[in-house]
C-alpha cells in the first residue's frame, strides 16, 4: 500500500506517460522498489531506493491524502467503495475474497435449535469466498444435520435461508391433547412428539429438491457428488454413531435426521433395525453436538486403503482400533466448522471465539424478544461487571497475601494481613471496601477466620471467595450454573450438561483455528416465536462471524494468498494508471 500511495503522490515521483501502461504493486513479501511495464516490454526502475511504508493503520489516511482516490475515482460509491477497502476491519470482502486459495472441502454444523437462520448467513460468505463451492463433505448433528443434508441436495444460502423462514413449530410440534398426552407418550415411545409430521414434512422438501423422499446417503454421493454424514446417538450401543455412504450406504438420509432431531423428552426416539437387532436412536447432540471430527483420521475416508476390511485389523484388538484417537486421529486442516451460541448459553469455545476482531454480532433490533430479555441482559450485564471488579480485587488480594507471608507456610497471620492492608499499594483502599465493606482489619480478619482459631488457612480463603461469588470451579470449567425450575429447564439443562461434558471428548483447543463462531445475542435455541426482525438478525450475525473467520484465517495463513495477489483486484490497477497518465485530460503528474 505504501508503494500505491507513493506512486501517485504528486510531489514524490514523475512518471513518463509514454513509457508506462501499468504499475505492478509489489507486496511486502516481494522486493521492496516498484517496477513499471514499458511498452516494449522492459522492465524500468522509477523509485531506486526502498520505499518507506505508512504505518499500517495510516495507509487509508495516507492513500486518500496523497490523490488516489479523488483521482481514480470519481463517484461517492466509488470512494466509498475503496476506503472500504483499505480499511482494516473490512478488508476481507468479495473482492478480496478472489485473492486467497481457501483449503477447506469439508463443512461440518453444529446443532443449534431454532437459530438456523445464522447458518444462511455464514454460508453466503462462504460462497462469495468461493469456498462453499468446493465443500464435497459436509456434516451435522441435530437441527445442524437439516442445515447439511440441505447444503448436500444443492441448497444454496439463499434457498437455505427460505427454508429457514418457515415456522419450524409448525412441523416438530406434533403431539396431541396437549399435556394429557405428554406421560403416555413417553411411557409408550420415551417421548413427548411423535415426530411423524418431521419425518413426513423433511421427506417433502427433499422429494422437491432430488425427485425422492427417501433418497439415501450413496445417492446423494453419487448425484451431488457430496459426502454426508448425520451424527445420531445409538442408545443400545451407548454410543455416536456416524451415518455416512460408507457406514450407512442405502439408509434413507430423512430417517436419519429425524434420529439426530429426537431430542429425549421433546421428541420419541426412533427404532431402526440395524443388522439383526432393533435400536433405539435419540438426538446426535446428546453426546455429540459439534462434529468437527468427523472428517479426521481414517474411519469416514472413502478410500480404498481406508477400508473396514484393511483397517479394522486384527479384530483381536477390535476395543483399541475403534477408539475415537484411533479412528479420528489424524487432525484434517480442511475442515471447517460453525458453531451457534447466544449471550446466556453455555459454550466452551465461548469466550475465545468472541474475541475474534469482528465476530461481534450487529446491534440488537427492537422486537419484542428483545424487549423481552433486554432488562435480562442489562441485568446480566451489570452483574458480569460488578463480578469482575470483584474478581479482580480477589486476585490482589491473594496476591499481596502471598507475598506478606513471610514465613512461607500457607497460613495467613493477622499480622500478615495487616501488612496487606497497611503497606501494600496493590491491594487498594477500593479493594477493600468492595470485599470487606467499611471495616477494620480486625474485623475482616474475623471475617475470613471461620473457625476462630487465631489463623486462616487455604480453605478458609476459599470459602471467602465462594461467598463473594466467584466460584472457582465455574471459572476454571468455563461454565456457570443454571436454574432448573421447569420440565424444559431440566431436559434443556440435562443435555446442555451431557453436551458440555462429552464435547470435552472430541472438541481440542486447536478446533477454534477451524471454527466459524457465531454470536446470537439474545435469540436462544428454543425460541420459536421470531419476527422478521430477528430473523434478519441472525443472518447478520452469520455474514459477521463468517467474515471475521476468514479475515482471522488470512492474517495466520498468508500462504494461502494467490501469488499474484495483492489487496486489490487484479486488473484495477492496470486499467486506472491507463486511463489517469494516458488521458490527455489527466490531472495527475507526468
Given at each position: ?221 453419487q448425484r451431488f457428488n457430496r459426502e454426508l454424514c448425520i451424527v445420531v ?194 491491594f487498594t483502599t477500593e479493594d477493600q471496601m468492595l470485599l470487606f465493606g ?153
Amino acid at each position: 500500500m505504501g508503494c500505491f500511495s507513493k506512486l501517485f503522490s504528486r510531489n514524490r515521483c514523475k512518471v513518463n506517460h509514454h513509457s508506462l501502461t501499468a504499475a505492478k504493486f509489489i507486496s511486502n513479501d516481494d522486493e521492496e522498489d516498484l517496477k513499471t511495464e514499458d511498452i516494449s516490454g522492459e522492465d524500468k526502475r522509477i523509485v531506486s531506493q526502498p520505499i518507506e511504508r505508512p504505518k499500517e493503520n495510516d495507509l487509508q489516511s495516507e492513500v486518500i491524502k496523497s490523490g488516489v482516490v479523488g483521482s481514480l475515482v470519481g463517484s461517492s460509491e466509488e470512494k466509498k467503495f475503496f476506503s472500504s477497502m483499505l480499511d482494516n476491519n473490512n478488508s476481507i470482502d468479495d473482492n478480496v475474497y478472489n485473492n486467497y486459495d481457501f483449503p477447506f472441502t469439508n463443512l461440518v454444523f453444529e446443532g443449534g435449535g431454532n437459530k438456523g437462520m445464522a447458518y444462511a448467513g455464514a454460508l453466503q460468505v462462504l460462497e462469495q469466498a468461493g469456498i462453499a463451492q468446493k465443500i464435497n463433505r459436509v456434516a451435522g448433528a441435530s437441527v445442524g444435520a437439516i442445515a447439511a443434508s440441505l447444503f448436500a441436495v444443492g441448497f444454496t444460502s439463499e434457498e437455505l435461508k427460505q427454508f429457514m423462514e418457515q415456522d419450524l413449530r409448525k412441523v416438530l410440534v406434533d403431539h396431541k391433547c396437549g399435556y394429557c398426552s405428554l406421560l403416555p407418550n413417553l411411557l409408550s415411545g420415551f417421548g413427548w412428539n411423535p415426530g411423524h409430521k418431521l419425518i413426513k414434512w423433511f421427506g417433502e422438501q427433499l422429494k422437491e429438491r432430488t425427485g425422492n423422499a427417501d433418497i439415501t446417503f450413496r445417492e446423494v454421493l453419487q448425484r451431488f457428488n457430496r459426502e454426508l454424514c448425520i451424527v445420531v446417538t445409538n442408545l443400545n450401543q451407548m454410543s455416536t454413531e456416524y451415518f455416512h455412504p460408507k457406514t450407512t450406504p442405502n439408509t434413507p438420509i430423512k430417517m436419519a435426521v429425524r434420529m439426530s432431531m429426537a431430542l429425549p423428552g421433546v421428541f420419541q426416539s426412533v427404532k431402526y433395525v440395524n443388522d439383526e437387532n432393533t435400536d433405539v436412536y435419540v438426538d446426535g447432540g446428546l453426546l455429540c453436538n459439534y462434529p468437527i471430527h468427523a472428517f479426521d483420521g481414517w474411519w469416514l475416508s472413502m478410500d480404498p486403503h481406508d477400508s473396514f476390511f484393511k483397517r479394522l485389523q486384527p479384530l483381536d484388538n477390535y476395543a483399541k482400533l475403534f477408539s475415537k484417537n484411533e479412528r479420528f486421529g489424524s487432525w484434517n486442516p480442511r475442515t471447517i466448522g460453525i458453531m451457534l451460541y447466544s449471550r446466556s448459553e453455555t459454550e466452551l469455545m465461548k469466550t475465545k471465539l468472541a474475541q475474534r476482531d469482528g465476530s461481534q454480532p450487529p446491534p440488537p433490533v427492537n422486537s419484542k424478544l428483545y424487549k423481552k430479555r433486554k432488562k435480562i441482559l442489562l441485568n446480566q450485564k451489570a452483574a458480569s461487571e460488578e463480578h469482575l471488579a470483584v474478581v479482580n480485587a480477589i486476585g490482589r488480594f491473594m496476591k499481596e497475601l502471598h507475598r506478606m507471608n513471610f514465613d512461607l507456610d500457607g497460613i495467613v497471620s493477622l499480622r500478615e494481613l495487616k501488612k496487606v492492608f497497611e503497606v501494600s499499594a496493590i491491594f487498594t483502599t477500593e479493594d477493600q471496601m468492595l470485599l470487606f465493606g467499611n471495616t477494620d482489619v480486625n474485623a475482616a480478619f474475623s471475617e475470613l477466620d471461620k473457625d476462630k482459631d487465631g489463623e486462616i488457612t487455604f480453605q478458609e480463603l476459599m470459602a471467602f471467595v465462594e461467598r463473594k461469588g466467584v466460584n472457582i470451579q465455574t471459572r476454571f470449567l468455563g461454565y456457570t450454573r443454571k436454574e432448573i425450575k421447569t420440565l424444559g429447564d431440566f431436559i434443556s439443562t440435562l443435555q446442555t450438561a451431557l453436551s458440555i461434558n462429552v464435547k470435552r471428548n472430541y472438541v481440542e483447543d486447536r478446533d477454534i483455528e477451524r471454527t466459524i463462531g457465531i454470536d446470537t445475542d439474545y435469540i436462544e435455541a428454543n425460541d420459536f416465536s421470531l419476527e422478521d426482525h430477528d430473523k434478519n438478525f441472525l443472518l447478520q450475525s452469520g455474514e459477521h462471524a463468517a467474515r471475521a473467520f476468514l479475515r482471522y484465517y488470512c492474517k495466520r495463513h498468508p500462504e494461502f494468498r494467490k501469488r499474484e495477489s495483492a489487496l486489490l483486484p487484479k486488473d484495477f490497477l492496470n486499467s486506472q494508471v491507463k486511463s489517469n497518465f494516458l488521458h490527455p485530460s489527466s490531472n495527475l503528474v507526468h
